[in-house]
Structure formats: structure tokens, C-alpha cells
T-cell receptor, first 111, second 113 residues
């Protein structure tokens, strides 16, 4: 399948452990953020989003935290499973319909 | 629902040739986006359409790139002439409305030799 990138930062976690993936965004005016998951050979898939008037949002096994002071976004995955292995991207939107994507982090789940 | 459909999945061509990438958005979606993904630059928005009309093409790298959306169910991204630095994975995405969640296709891997 299509390779996303050979030189991405990689996070290796043991199956069952929690994962935390971090992202620094660039524009202090960004008002909406999304985390995407991209598996090998597939396009990015929406995981969870958060608006700038929130600092935390929870989904099924995932939590996104937003720290506007330091322009930092994190994705927490609880009880990481082998199917969570993928590249994860954050994306920010600042007042337009254009999203700016981060470079991505590769998550490897160790059995 | 079949999701966003892209063709071809893989394209290998020689420098100078014309390349046409195709996309069928999800039925009922009014907005369509073309992205390019490379190791060096990550995922970049090239152009997006709303109701078949190009809204913002500021991400299109050069005049060699053009995109059309003749109807609500079909869009093309054309590169003429192609160059080796155009090698990348090209994604098409669609959304119900402009500000809604985008659904990505599987991508087309383009290799220009």
C-alpha cells in the first residue's frame, strides 16, 4: 500500500497500555482541531475533534486534550490494541475551510 | 456506501507525460478536496470545490496542475507535463457540506520517472 512516510517519529507501546500522541499546532487563531488515523494503504480516517472553546473531549477509548496556552494538542488512546497501529495526524483549522495537517506520528503496538 | 472512490490506485509514468487522477465523492456530498501527501511536506491541500465550483486553488503548486469537477459525482486532477517531483500519494476527500467531516479516498500513488 501507499507509504505515509519513512522518517516519522515513532511511538512504540505495549498492547494494553495507554498511548499518548502529541501535536504542536502553529496558529493561535485556529478554532477547530481534528485527529486522523491513517493505516497503510488507506486515506486518513477521522477519529475525534475538538473546538477551541473546550480543553478536553472524550470518545470511545480516545481522549483529546487541548492546551491553547502552549498551542498543544494530544491524543490519548486507552488500552491500546494491535488495530491501533497506524500513523496519527492532527489537523487545525483557522477560520476557513482549509485544514493544516501535522507531519504525523507512527504508533506501533507491541504484542 | 462505497465511500470516496479514486482511480487509478497506482500510476507510473514518464516525465513529460500527462497524468489524470479521478475521484468519485460520496453521493450527496457537496464539497470535494484534493490533497497531496509526501514524506517531505506531509499532507497538503491542493484545491477544494463546493457545489462543483472551485473555491480555493491556492495550494495548486504550478500551472501544470489543473482540477475540474464537471458534475457532483466526478472530479479530475490533471498534471501536464508531469515531473519526477510530482511523485506522491494524491488523496481526494469529500464532505456533506464545507464545514463537515471530510471522508478520504484510498489515494493514488503517482510515480514519475
Amino acid at each position: 500500500g501507499e507509504s505515509v512516510g519513512l522518517h516519522l517519529p515513532t511511538l512504540s507501546v505495549q498492547e494494553g497500555d495507554n498511548s499518548i500522541i502529541n501535536c504542536a499546532y502553529s496558529n493561535s487563531a485556529s478554532d477547530y482541531f481534528i485527529w486522523y488515523k491513517q493505516e497503510s494503504g488507506k486515506g486518513p480516517q477521522f477519529i475525534i475533534d475538538i473546538r477551541s472553546n473546550m480543553d478536553k473531549r472524550q470518545g470511545q477509548r480516545v481522549t483529546v486534550l487541548l492546551n491553547k496556552t502552549v498551542k498543544h494538542l494530544s491524543l490519548q488512546i486507552a488500552a491500546t490494541q494491535p488495530g491501533d497501529s497506524a500513523v496519527y495526524f492532527c489537523a487545525e483549522k483557522a477560520g476557513t475551510y482549509k485544514y493544516i495537517f501535522g507531519t504525523g506520528t507512527r504508533l506501533k503496538v507491541l504484542a | 456506501d462505497a465511500g470516496v472512490i479514486q482511480s487509478p490506485r497506482h500510476e507510473v509514468t514518464e516525465m513529460g507525460q500527462e497524468v489524470t487522477l479521478r475521484c468519485k465523492p460520496i453521493s450527496g456530498h457537496n464539497s470535494l478536496f484534493w490533497y497531496r501527501q509526501t514524506m517531505m511536506r506531509g499532507l497538503e491541500l491542493l484545491i477544494y470545490f463546493n457545489n462543483n465550483v472551485p473555491i480555493d486553488d491556492s495550494g495548486m503548486p504550478e500551472d501544470r496542475f489543473s482540477a475540474k469537477m464537471p458534475n457532483a459525482s466526478f472530479s479530475t486532477l490533471k498534471i501536464q507535463p508531469s515531473e519526477p517531483r510530482d511523485s506522491a500519494v494524491y488523496f481526494c476527500a469529500s464532505s456533506f457540506r464545507l464545514n463537515y467531516e471530510q471522508y478520504f479516498g484510498p489515494g493514488t500513488r503517482l510515480t514519475v520517472t
